[in-house]
């Protein structure tokens, strides 16, 4: 029960009695659940009483659960469902219940709360973690700490591994499908802005692409929390200046709010992917490729394929992110053999498109797909995608972080 001064989750025994939103005092006495002193309708034998999300809970000693509906207990099942790994709750929402079947909350007061008491000295903590039957603790520092059964140790990273926090894109202005010998305007650096903070010691992946005829752009990114980018690799097409294709990344990050600025030359058909990704470590990267298609390719072929991605087993869990995109309609889907040999459109998220356009008796085409898969065990990895449309040029790039 989200209470005045006791946490959800709390019980007694754990605690000696229990205070509920209005102040009322609850505790077992002699096997008898009571409110204020006072016998709280008919029950013997209770062992444990429990105050979770605004209902209370008693269990006898025969191990029968009932749940107090306001004016009687009613026979109910064991409320405290352990939790699956991986779930996360964050402050003030929501429970998770260990394979001990502890109740752990995160209280406004940024403390975690195992039964309705403090665990430990933690404090300023943003998240807490069910994870491989541990308890972990993320504060807002960004620092991750796991439950010994009494007190917190640190943990170098995020015990998920790495992990995709969110993402956001630009395009620069299009022509409308009604104007399909519109020459869209041109523009010259481009920014993205998260929605929300960064975390610090995370990292940040950007993917820039232009397709125009112009020079072969000299790409770089920048932020508004000056952190440092590393140019991974830039892809420029065998015509040159039809299209180039370049990503970075972030380690380590300040964190808080950030903009991320593609510093680019003046042109037109430009795309912009930037990415959060935590539980990385200080030297994040694992491998990287990019490749593009485009000019005297025959129509039907339009497949292109990043260079493999080996990924070792002392690498792992590992994140691939991966960004395909179709610069002349049609569909494009990273899917296919080149990943861990899932089929085309299943094994990922498709989390993002970036830009959608019809034309003169076209369908509407979507023209990037931005996609993810965890990685859990050895082997090798390539960027691939496919698509049926006819057409070219075509790019694609992709990062395995550790």
């Not at 004016?71 to 779930?87: E, M």
Request: charged letters at 10%; hydrophobic letters at 35%; a negative charge.
């Amino acid at each position: 029960m989200a209470a005045t001064t006791s946490a959800n989750g709390s019980s007694v025994p754990a605690l000696p009695s229990i205070v509920d939103a209005q102040s009322n005092t609850w505790t077992i006495a002699s096997g008898v659940v009571e409110k204020n002193a006072v016998p709280v309708g008919s029950n013997s034998n209770a062992n444990l009483l429990l105050a979770l999300d605004g209902v209370f809970y008693e269990r006898n000693t025969s191990n029968s659960w009932y749940r107090w509906t306001g004016s009687t207990w009613s026979l109910a099942s064991d409320p405290r469902v352990i939790s699956p790994s991986g779930t996360s709750v964050g402050v003030g929402t929501d429970v998770l219940v260990d394979s001990a079947n502890h109740v752990w909350t995160l209280q406004a007061n940024d403390y975690a709360y195992r039964d309705g008491i403090r665990a430990g000295g933690n404090y300023n903590t943003i998240l807490v973690l069910s994870y491989n039957n541990n308890i972990y603790t993320e504060n807002t520092s960004g620092e991750w700490f796991y439950w010994t059964g009494s007190a917190w140790t640190l943990d170098p990273t995020d015990p998920r591994g790495p992990n995709l926090v969110q993402y956001d894109n630009h395009i620069s202005p299009a022509c409308p499908a009604s104007y399909p010998t519109c020459v869209p305007p041109f523009e010259v650096n481009s920014s993205v802005t998260f929605t929300k903070a960064t975390t610090k010691g995370n990292a940040i992946w950007v993917v820039a692409t232009v397709s125009d005829y112009a020079t072969v752009h000299a790409i770089t990114v920048t932020d508004s929390q000056n952190n440092t980018y590393h140019a991974l690799n830039q892809e420029n097409d065998r015509s040159v200046g039809a299209q180039s294709v370049a990503q970075f990344y972030a380690a380590d990050i300040q964190g808080g709010a950030d903009t991320i600025t593609v510093n680019w030359s003046s042109d037109n058909y430009k795309g912009v992917l930037a990415a959060e990704i935590a539980g990385i470590t200080v030297s994040p990267l694992v491998a990287n490729a990019g490749g593009i298609q485009d000019g005297g390719i025959a129509a039907g072929t339009e497949n292109i394929t990043s260079t493999l991605l080996s990924v070792g087993s002392t690498k792992t869990p590992a994140l691939l992110v991966a960004l395909t995109m179709d610069t002349d309609g049609g569909g494009s889907d990273t899917g296919g053999t080149g990943f861990c040999a899932v089929k085309a459109g299943t094994g990922f998220n498709q989390i993002a498109q970036l830009w959608s356009w019809s034309a003169g008796g076209q369908p509407v085409c979507n023209l990037a797909t931005f996609e993810t898969k965890t990685i859990t065990g050895a082997g090798n990895v390539a960027g691939f995608f496919t698509t049926s449309h006819l057409s070219d040029p075509y790019v694609t790039v992709s990062t395995v972080f550790h």
